[in-house]
């Protein structure tokens, strides 16, 4: 069973896989090589995943054979089980307890040689509904405080498979990232009596500045505390707590300027590696004034040094005005 | 001027560089590859650097000349400019500020083939001195709250030049991971009236279990919530708040902890690239009851992917006893 633990000073919990302990020779010293193996992902190879928990099919075929267009299944090598109790306890001054959560990945697409930006829109909306069915489902088990959606997209950003997929992951405590943002909205909704995030959002649109495009319901901004180069926030334009309770002609437009920001995005900088997340409000918490989901989106394009390890203060050589220009203003094929 | 940005949400601080703005086509599509250029840490290319604020020299020659041990200079890139004030101001809803500070690199030997873990016990001392030095100058300067040393070794851990150097930096505001660390602390020290960190040294002392060596003044020890397989911390055995008041037999004792615990490393992991960073003290502050000053040491061995983003929340494959036992257990000659 994986461990949870705690650090004693900040706070920040870890997990710890305490059954496939890397040792180590377990550590590749060059960069892995593209290999022509078989991908799990790819139909009629179902058998090498475990069995899937959601799919869209064409074929009115059953679970685990070809004919799907998306595919849910538990991670194989999960980060947290699902199986089990969380048994808190101590170890002197410290704190843990077990690995308990779900982690599945979403299988966006059955082609292995297209990536998310280059599905069509109707496609990539099928996915955020994907990602909407199976939140609601997690939601359902009370050891679950926040669900989390990611992708992670090129090696560099750390995706051990390249066939395009995302992944889910339930965790059985609020990260400490996630708090800090509820503790910032929420102290700045105390004050103010508005959404801080409806406030970026409009002041954003109204200076134009940061701006790479938007559509009916969302907007996508260079941050203007952007921690690296061409990092892109995707806000839905209306206040809205929860990614699960988007409406479906909200999802249209979501998978509209998802595929347009990520269309953007590799033509400037030749299909970079990123990671995406989608940051939403916990499960059953009452944050639903002050909390706005949003997408958070970075490309891999510098490393990350001893100075931001160390100070969590991030030195960006682009500023976030430069970016949204050159997004916006690049000429893409209609 | 860089300047100086605060998320409105979470408060974290990012640089923006805003003269040396990095377009596109700036960044690297291929790894770099090592070209035999000259290199600016070399003795004779003096010139090629800004003119030294510190060295060490065993031949009595001036300053930017060949015949020294070890030399400072200011960063030729800074992220942050010493000239100017902060001028703090607002942007609608956004804070910002002036990116004043100093950035200084601190070329750690003249000889371009050895790294950190190869110098002798003596010249490491030197080193640690040094930091001592440019920190103890730096503190005069009252625009500064916060100074922190660090060390890239290797391109995948950020260093842009491989001629071994720590960088120090010194910022006009106490950066939040540091903030973090010294509420943690605080709110321990509150309870408890102890230093957590002593408390943390003492209870790995007895239990040994995640301890990798100790010397008379230092213990080195993978962390009971490592973020990163062999993550190692060292820690002043006694209570010691700020890393700039360290005495000369102390000063022997670090330096010895850190070529044992480096040449472990190095070994166990055929010369990995890392971060090194000394987490102390805050200028003028009044923390000296409750904080601890140590080293966190970040060996690159995963890559931090979409997850560990957007949670704040690591996975880490290899357990810190596993990572202790490895490294403390090994042989390496006397």
Redesign the interface.
Known sequence: MPEL??????????????E?????S??P?EPKKRTAKLCPFCPSNESSTPPEVFSLRTNGEGPNSPGWTLRVIPNKFP?LRIEGDLNREG????DKMNGVGAHEVIIETPDHAKDLGDLEVDEIKDIIKAFRERILDLKKDARFK?I?I???QG?????SLEHSHS?L?A?PII????I??LD??KK?FDYKERC??C??TR?EIN?KIRVIIRNEHFVSIA?????F??EIWIMPINHSPAFENIKDDCAASFAGIIKETLTRLSR???N?AY?????SSPVGSDHHNFYHWHV?L?PK???????E????????????E?AAR?LREMKIEA
Chains 1, 2 share one sequence.
Request: avoid cysteine; proline fraction near 9%; charged fraction near 20%.
């Open positions: 633990r705690k650090d004693p000073v900040i706070g920040r919990w870890v997990i710890i896989s305490t496939r302990g890397k040792r180590p377990d550590f010293i980060a170890e002197g001054i410290f926040y989390m990611f992708k992670n090696e560099a950003a750390g995706a992944q992951i965790t990260p400490k990232r996630v800090e943002e910032g909205a700045y801080i995030f406030d970026i002041q200076s941050p203007f505390a952007s921690r180069p061409f400037a900088l030749n970079p990671n995406m997340i989608i940051h958070e970075i394009l510098t490393k990350v040094a001893g100075f390890w160390g100070t969590g203060f991030y030195i960006n050589p682009t500023t976030p430069d050159y």
